[in-house]
Structure formats: structure tokens, C-alpha cells
């Protein structure tokens, strides 16, 4: 109806490249496979079958054929199916998984070309073919899709618009670009539905790698279907992402439907179900609001669209009323009363359908500021524990699978292990058009932020059900024995039977497909269920019929509590971070700030004020000023070390005021800052002051990872006073040695330390430990089965002083979450190597030489230096590796560079003249590329106009000639000239 209004008006239309680039979106290609389950599913389909039929003369050498048993699509629905985006899914309700009626055609062309389509239902059959084979080699833009149509009874084609001729056009197309070369092969398809409805689809002219073989593998094993060139053993592939049996397992949260994949029926599960300890946690916020806020702009449309029309029939009703309806007007036409009838029911009933829209509208909008909840399932994975992380389901199906959150992330062995599942509703988070993701990132950041808070909760909750030697005998217990989490657990009969009895076996019956829970058996530790598995088979009695009702399934229900930290707990992880920023500063900071152009970079990058202290008395020459990130104050309090070596020049400690004095000069310069004068309050110097403090307040709450918009339980942590105070106090050294001294006596409550002498003395000590030494050594460590470099950033040492464990930060990962605690006393799993290919290339490369850099470095200490060669080295590879064309320095003298030239070398310059030479050969590489392409479409119109000179000469010597594509023109020439001798003989001797 709507496609005869505005005839004249250009109307929008897919191109055969549109098929391609609609397919692109499935980067993984298990989720194209499954879009194809996820329709059958939709169509109430109780089992669907997935198998390959070799074929030679196909690319990939075979076509994979979706078979379901579902309710199947009359023509109309047939006809739907190539409309992109429509889809009657959405007034369906909340259990179906499509939405965007997309799925089939995205999916289909991922995996192959082509595919076509085979459905019954009732008394008639279709059939769908989508080529982008036949649309390329035809050479046609628009897309076609012929759809021939017969009957289920007499099994004779149903004419549709376009007669008989359309019907012998459709099967002709189909049998030259399918498989299936005549009608009758087409109708055997058919058959191999065997009840009155289901579907079929072929997917043929499959997708190849750059190897030439398909992407999908078929032939490792025949009772699955795996991704090729993926090495099964290498450890750092998911099984889901290698085998598709394994992804399908766990592809619903609630599987009722039989997936056979190559005649072998797949065993799903429930995932909630195969955890050890599992505990569910109610979760309820008000910040899902994105797709309600969806809802309640698509209902007032709906709402002002049903009122509008109310509306006009109401106006058209009391024209009629006026004009024959009542009084002296009042017509005695039956056929006026009866058209004033007919438009005063459409009012009345336009005027209901506006209410009932106004009254949803008003529902939708008033539950915008409902909470919406989730439920939380938690529970440790016993069969591998080296898989782990949070599996999220939309409406029970899939969308992103070991999802790291909280402790996860960071690489802790207190969470890991641990699954997390939940099933997210459409009204709360609307997932992508690939089903890979969900559109709206920050609403569901905010979910995986509240995972990792129950996360946490659940690892306390679960103390109580572990053993007494803590996590590491509560995985020994199920046979775990190896601190290696890669590999697998003890195969021993105890152990197995440990975790049979942790996890109850719950299966699926194969003719009612009802779940049942078995009871524990020891006979049956270790063996597999039969495949036709049936609820008559179960040992319980309660439940060993298929008319027996489905057993409910019970979590234990946990109450998450957030934890409650000590106030030494916070001042110790605030104490923690400090030092991680203390350390990285100490990485780039040298003792002589002053005199090294690295270190002032450092100083600028990085943000850290140095304060000068201007006290000469107790200041000597040789003295720098403080690169550390924080003031003496703050270092004293947090027990931080300088980054300065200790002096050996005795300084003179001034006699201690009196505690009630010192308190009351603190007060009132702490009050005066926070109640300033007008004076002060007209001063720019105090404004931006005033300003420099509040980002440093904010700057703090960065680093201690809290979130503003969190409305969550929150502890409110207040920066310390130090770091409020460093912008507006500079006193000198005197006052600064009394209040490490004030700070001592109130918060230790022990006696004054020693005189800074002896204490300079006892640092000097400690700075000669081995421990200072090990830290930044480059080391050598076996992780999944291979040597990964990395370097020590913190140690740990026993009573006898003896290492213990070493913290290692690993060159290819440098993110704080990768690293890792070694056991230091395992000699076999770590070496040092102190001979790194970039750092010994820097360090031949300034030996070239006595330079003022080398001697800047002179004075450095050897992890210092390690570094610093570290860096010259990596910084020359890139030199070199981007010098222009035609620059004035060559690889060679660029590798003899010094510290100084490094620093004066015009890098500006340089990456100008990189450009430029870069945009010159783009330049080149395009205009040649334009050059080929216009050559193309030459040589191409060429060929069209002589195929069309062809065939204008065949039809005037040839009265016989057919109607042809320009593909076969040239075929049906040869075999033209083929004949024409023997032709020649017949007519000579007739």
C-alpha cells in the first residue's frame, strides 16, 4: 500500500556491496554461526541440526546446512526476510533474541557468499536464494532474491505476480548459482524437513583464509566444528573461541533446544549449575536508565501519532453531525446515517487507542525512576580454574564471556577462579547488532564496577565454606597441586571424586527437555551420561518421569555488604600508593637535578614541584633541592624514603617550642587559609593558589580511584593535611625538623628520634643493602609455558635476610595488573640476565667518546645508568628507523649520537621532514592506484562494447542465436565457430 504514494520521489535501495559490508560487523565468526541458532530458537524450534555436504566444485570444497524443526515462514514471512530491519520480533515480547531483523543475512554472508533457504509450513513451500556470487558474475548493483513458491500437497509451483515466466526465470537462476542444478533437487531439499513445518539454509561459496582453506575446520574433528589454523594446545585460546561445540554449551543460559553438530548431539549446560559454591546476590541501582528513557520517547510518539488521528476523525464525525446528523438538518438518507455511524465508531475507537496510549506513556515515564534489578551468580570453577571471569547474557543468551572484574584485573590470586554469571533484560542494557557488546558503555562499566564489588563480597561469604589452610588447600583439595594456574587439575580417582561431589550433575532429558538434578553416585565418578539421555534413567524417583514437573532451582542467597575498612587499612593503601608514585619519580630523578637536562624534563612532565629551601645556615653548596613528589612532612608521616642520598654533614637541631605553642601556630595557619581576608582574597597570587590546592585535591582522588559519579556507599576520604598545606606553607628547616618530631610524639606515641645525623647515617646503612641493589635487575621468568623478560620492582626477605619473593613488572605488559609475585627460592623459573640488547647498544654507543652526558652519568648508580642506556638506545632504534629521505645525518652517526647532541637534536625538524616524505609517497602510491583503476574500467567497457559487437553479429548470421548473458556471449561464440565448418558441410551436400 505504502510503496504506490509518492511514485515520483526517489526512493533508498541496498547495492550488492552492502552485503559485504553488512557482514563485517561479526569480527568473531562463532557469533555469525549463532544467529542462525539464535532464529531457530526464536521459532520455538526443539532441535537443530548442523552439518556439512561435501562438494568440489564449491569454494571451501563443501556447504554447511542449518536444519531446525521450527514453526517455518509462509511467503509473506519469506518476502520479510530480505527486508533489512524488519523485524516482528519486537511486539513479541522480551523473550526473543532477535530485534533489528538483521541476523540472518549478516550472519550468512559472514560464513559464506551464498546461501538460499528452504521452509514449509502447512500447505505451502518457499524457497530464498541471496548470492553475492550471482550478483558479481550477472554484474548487477541492485540486490535480487528470487523466491519461487509450490505447494505442500500437489507440489506444483503457486503463481505469484509475474506468471509462469517468473517461476521459470527464479528456478533457472537457482539452479545456475546453487548447488542444486535442476527443480528436482531443489525439491528434494524438502524432504529433509520432516514434519510439516521447519527450516533449511544452505550456506555455500564459503569464506577462505589466506592459506586457501576455509576459516572453518571440519576435518580435525568430526563431531565438531573448529576454527582453523588455531593450535588446540596453545593454552592462551579460549575453548569457546577454538571449538564451536564448546561456545554452543554455554550459548543460552537456559537451553531448550537439541544442537547436533555433525550427527553428535552438543551437551549444553547451565552454567549457573556447574559451580562449586554457588551463591546469588541481589543487585538493584537506578542508573539503567538509556533504554527506558528508548521506551518513553517511542511510546509519546506513539502517543502524539494516535492522538493526532483521534483527533482528525473526531473533526470529520461532527462535520458529518452538523451536516445530516440532528434538528432540522437530519437526514433521512440511510445511507448518510450510516456513513455518520461508521465515522462516530472510528472516533470512539481512535479515542480509546489514544487513552490506552496515554496511559503507557505515563507508566513508562513514572518507572524511569524505578531501580532496576539483577541477579548476581557467583561460584568458583573447580573443573579449570585457569579459566575465569564474568559471563553476561542478554534475555539468556550470550554476549561477552570471561569478563575480569575487581581483584581480576589486577592479576590477584584472591578472586581468580571464580565465575560470575548474569542475565541482563532488554529494558536494562540493549546489546549490539552482532551480539558481541552492549551499545550503551557506560551504563554497563557501572554493571561490571558493581560485579567486582559482589565479587569481593562473595570471596569473604566463601571463606566460611573453605578449609582452614585458606584458598591455596581449599584448591589442593580438588587436586589442584601445581602454584601453576595454567595447568590442569590431578586426574587421581579421590580428587575427581572430590569435585563430582562438589558439583551435582544436572542434564537434560532428550524427549521433554526438562532438566533434572542427579543424585550423587560414586559408580558413575568419572564416566560420561548416555547421549539420549531420558528423565526414566534418573535414580530419583520424584523425578524419573517426563510428566513430573521441572525441579526449581535454589541458590543460597548471599547480602552484600561492602567492606568496611580500618583507618589503618585506608592510611596504608593511601601510604601504598604514595610510594608506587614515589618509585616511579625515583625512576627518572638523578641526584643532581640541577645539572641533567633528563632530570628537568622529568621534573616538567611529571608535575612535581620542587621547593627550595633558602636557609643558609643550614643549607651547604653542594646541596640540591628536593626532587621528590611530597614534602618532608608528608614522607615523614608515611614512612616514605628520600630520594636523595643521605649527606654526611652534620646539621644543627634547634631546641623543640612548646607543644601548646606549635599547636596553636598550626591552627591559625591552617584557619587563616581556609577563612582568608578580603585582602588576601583580592590577591591573584592566593586565587591561583587557592586553585593549584583544589586540583591537587582533586588529582588526589584520582590516584586513590574514586569515582564522582558513583551514588553508591562511598567512604568519604579526605587528602592528608600535607598535601592541602604544600601549596601555602614553606617554612624552613627548623620548623620542618619540629613537626617531624611533633608528628612522631602524637601519632606513634614513642620517644623523639635521634638527631638527623644518626639517622642519616642509619638510611646510609640501608641504602648499602642488598635490596636497594636488586631492585630494577633485569630478569628472565617461565610463564605459560615460555620466557618472559621483565624487572624487579619490589622484594621481599626473610629473618636471615634471604630473598623471598620478588615483584615483577613484564616489558611486553607494563600495566600494574600484570604484575606478578615470584617465588624468589625457585631458581629454576627465574634468571637474571643483565645483558639487554637495547640497553647494550646504548651503552657501546656513548662509549664512543669523553662527553659532558657520559660524565653527567658518571656519578649515577648502576640500576640509574641501566636505565638511562635503556632508554638512549631505544630512542636512537627510532631514530633511525624514521630518518627521511635526504636527511643530513646518516643511520650511522645517528647510533654515535651522545647525551647532549640527543638533547639538542631538532627533533621538530625531523618528524617534519618524516611527513612529508611520508604524504609524498602516499601520494604516489594513490595516484598510481587511480591510474590502474581508470585503466580497469577502460579495459572493462571495452570488453562490454566487443561481447556486445559479438553479439550483435551472432544474431545477424545466426537467426538461432538465444537470449544471453554477457558472461556466456563469448561460450556460445566459440562453440559457434566450433560448429560452423560441419555446418558448412551439411549445406554443401544437402
Known amino acids: 500500500m505504502t510503496s504506490t504514494r509518492y511514485p515520483s520521489l526517489t526512493r533508498a535501495g541496498l547495492t550488492n556491496s552492502y552485503l559485504h559490508t553488512n557482514s563485517t560487523t561479526h569480527q ?69 533474541i532477535g530485534q533489528y531483523g538483521n541476523g540472518l543475512k549478516s550472519g550468512s554472508m559472514r560464513i559464506g557468499n551464498d546461501f538460499i533457504l528452504f521452509t514449509k509450513r502447512r500447505e505451502k513451500m518457499s524457497a530464498l536464494m541471496l548470492s553475492r556470487t550471482f550478483h558479481d558474475k550477472e554484474d548487477i548493483e541492485s540486490v535480487i532474491c528470487p523466491m519461487p513458491v509450490w505447494s505442500t500437497t500437489t507440489r506444483l509451483p503457486v503463481i505469484q505476480e509475474g506468471g509462469k515466466e517468473r517461476h521459470k526465470q527464479e528456478i533457472d537462476l537457482m539452479c545456475r548459482y546453487s548447488p542444486f542444478k535442476s527443480e528436482s533437487a531443489l525439491m528434494k531439499q524438502f524432504e529433509k524437513i520432516e514434519g510439516d513445518c521447519g527450516t533449511l539454509i544452505v550456506i555455500y561459496n564459503l569464506k577462505l583464509l589466506d592459506s586457501g582453506e576455509p576459516e572453518l575446520d571440519i576435518v580435525s574433528d568430526r563431531s565438531d566444528i573448529r576454527m582453523a589454523e588455531m593450535d588446540p594446545e596453545d593454552q592462551s585460546n579460549l575453548p569457546e573461541r577454538v571449538s564451536f561445540k564448546a561456545y554452543a554449551s554455554i550459548l543460552y543460559l537456559d537451553p531448550r533446544m537439541k544442537i547436533y553438530v555433525q550427527n553428535k548431539k552438543i551437551r549444553t549446560k547451565r552454567l549457573a549449575n556447574a559451580l562449586c559454591n554457588p551463591m546469588m546476590y541481589k543487585f538493584s541501582s537506578n542508573r539503567f536508565k538509556k533504554r527506558s528513557e528508548d521506551e518513553v520517547t517511542k511510546t509519546e510518539h506513539e502517543y502524539n501519532l494516535a492522538e493526532g488521528r483521534a483527533r482528525e476523525l473526531e473533526s470529520t464525525s461532527r462535520d458529518l453531525e452538523k451536516k445530516f446528523g440532528s434538528g432540522a438538518h437530519k437526514s433521512s438518507n440511510t445511507a448518510d446515517r450510516v456513513l455518520l455511524r461508521k465515522a462516530q465508531d472510528k472516533a470512539k475507537d481512535a479515542r480509546e487507542i489514544a487513552k490506552s496510549r496515554r496511559s503507557e506513556c505515563d507508566t513508562k515515564r513514572r518507572s524511569l525512576k524505578d531501580r ?96 582452614k589452610g585458606g584458598i591455596k588447600q581449599f584448591w589442593e583439595g580438588f587436586g589442584y597441586l601445581d602454584d601453576d594456574w595454567s595447568q590442569p587439575p590431578s586426574s587421581e580417582e579421590k580428587y575427581e571424586r572430590q569435585r563430582a561431589m562438589k558439583i551435582p550433575k544436572v542434564i537434560q532429558c532428550d524427549s521433554c527437555l526438562k532438566w533434572r538434578t542427579l543424585p550423587f553416585q560414586s559408580s558413575q565418578v568419572g564416566k560420561d551420561l548416555p547421549e539420549g539421555w531420558l528423565c526414566k534413567m534418573n535414580p530419583d524417583r520424584k523425578h524419573n518421569s517426563c510428566k513430573c514437573a521441572e525441579e526449581i532451582q535454589k541458590f543460597p542467597e548471599g547480602e552484600f555488604r561492602k567492606e568496611q575498612k580500618t583507618k589503618e587499612q585506608r592510611q596504608a593503601e593511601i601510604k601504598e600508593k604514595m610510594q608506587k608514585m614515589q618509585r616511579e619519580l625515583n625512576k627518572v630523578s638523578t641526584p643532581d637535578n640541577k645539572s641533567s637536562p633528563a632530570s628537568r624534563r622529568a621534573e616538567s612532565s611529571g608535575g612535581s614541584r620542587v621547593r627550595k629551601q633558602k636557609v643558609a645556615s643550614f643549607e651547604s653548596d653542594e646541596d640540591d633541592d628536593d626532587g621528590g613528589l611530597f614534602s618532608k612532612s608528608t614522607q615523614s608521616r608515611l614512612g616514605l624514603k628520600s630520594s636523595r642520598e643521605p649527606t654526611k654533614r652534620s646539621r644543627a637541631v634547634p631546641p623543640p617550642q612548646p607543644r601548646s605553642e606549635r599547636r596553636e601556630r598550626k591552627v591559625r595557619r591552617i584557619s587563616e587559609v581556609e577563612q582568608p581576608s578580603e585582602e588576601i582574597r583580592r590577591n591573584n597570587n592566593n586565587s591561583r593558589s587557592s586553585a593549584r590546592k583544589k586540583q591537587k585535591v582533586i588529582a588526589y582522588r584520582e590516584d586513590l580511584g574514586l569515582d564522582d559519579d558513583e551514588e553508591e556507599e562511598q567512604v568519604q576520604v579526605q587528602p592528608p593535611e600535607e598535601v592541602l598545606e604544600e601549596e601555602i606553607v614553606n617554612e624552613d628547616v627548623e620548623e620542618m625538623q619540629v613537626e617531624q618530631k611533633e608528628d612522631v610524639e602524637e601519632e606513634e606515641e614513642e620517644v623523639v628520634p635521634p638527631p638527623p645525623v644518626k639517622q642519616a647515617k642509619k638510611k646510609s646503612n640501608e641504602s648499602k643493602q642488598p635490596e636497594d641493589l636488586m631492585l630494577g635487575k633485569c630478569v628472565e621468568v617461565i610463564l605459560d609455558n615460555r620466557w618472559r623478560s621483565a624487572r624487579i620492582i619490589q622484594t621481599d626477605r626473610d629473618e636471615q635476610g634471604n630473598y623471598k619473593t620478588y615483584k615483577l613488572k613484564f616489558d611486553q605488559h607494563p600495566q600494574d595488573r600484570f604484575d606478578k609475585t615470584w617465588d624468589a627460592t625457585k631458581t629454576d623459573t627465574i634468571r637474571f640476565d643483565s645483558d639487554i640488547p637495547n640497553g647494550a647498544a646504548a651503552s657501546s654507543s656513548t662509549d664512543t ?35 627521511p629521505p635526504n636527511w643530513r645525518v646518516s643511520k650511522d652517526d645517528i647510533q654515535k649520537l651522545n647525551l647532549d647532541e640527543i638533547v639538542d637534536f631538532p627533533m621538530d625538524e625531523f618528524f617534519d621532514q618524516y611527513e612529508k616524505g611520508l604524504r609524498c609517497l602516499v601520494s604516489t602510491f594513490k595516484s598510481k592506484a587511480d591510474h590502474q583503476q581508470a585503466a580497469a574500467d577502460q579495459l572493462k567497457q571495452e570488453v562490454h562494447e566487443t561481447k556486445q559487437i559479438i553479439f550483435d553479429l551472432l544474431m545477424l548470421h545466426d537467426s538461432g542465436t538465444p537470449e544471453m548473458s554477457f558472461n556466456d556471449v563469448v561460450p556460445y561464440a566459440r562453440h559457434y565457430l566450433q560448429s560452423l565448418p560441419k555446418r558448412n558441410d551439411e549445406n554443401a551436400n544437402p
Do not use: W
Not at 29 to 52: C, S, T, Y
Open 28 to 96: 568473531f565468526l562463532f557469533g555469525a554461526v549463532a544467529e542462525l541458532l539464535d532464529n531457530a530458537r526464536d521459532a520455538e524450534a526443539k532441535q537443530i541440526d548442523i552439518f556439512p555436504t561435501k562438494d568440489p566444485s564449491l569454494r571451501g570444497g563443501f556447504y554447511l546446512n542449518f536444519l531446525d524443526d521450527g514453526r517455518g515462514m509462509d511467503p509473506t514471512e519469506v518476502n520479510n526476510v530480505v527486508q533489512f530491519g524488519k523485524s516482528f520480533k519486537r511486539a513479541s515480547g522480551d523473550n526473543m
Open 372 to 467: 532496576k534489578s539483577l541477579d548476581f551468580f557467583f561460584g568458583f570453577n573447580i573443573e579449570n580454574r585457569r579459566y575465569f571471569g564474568m559471563f553476561i547474557y542478554n534475555c539468556s543468551r550470550l554476549i561477552r564471556m570471561y569478563e575480569r572484574v575487581g581483584p581480576q584485573l589486577s592479576g590477584s590470586d584472591s578472586c581468580a577462579g571464580i565465575i560470575g554469571v548474569v542475565n541482563v533484560p532488554y529494558l536494562v542494557l540493549e546489546p549490539t547488532h552482532n551480539k558481541q557488546h552492549f551499545a550503551d558503555n557506560k551504563e554497563y562499566r557501572h554493571m561490571l564496577k558493581a560485579m567486582g564489588d559482589h565479587l569481593q563480597c562473595y570471596r569473604r561469604d566463601a571463606k566460611d565454606v573453605m578449609r
Open 849 to 883: 667518546g669523553s662527553t659532558s652526558g657520559e660524565k653527567q652519568m658518571n656519578g649515577l648508580d648502576s640500576v640509574t645508568t641501566e636505565y638511562y642506556n635503556n632508554a638512549f638506545g631505544k630512542l636512537k632504534t627510532c631514530l633511525r628507523y624514521f630518518l
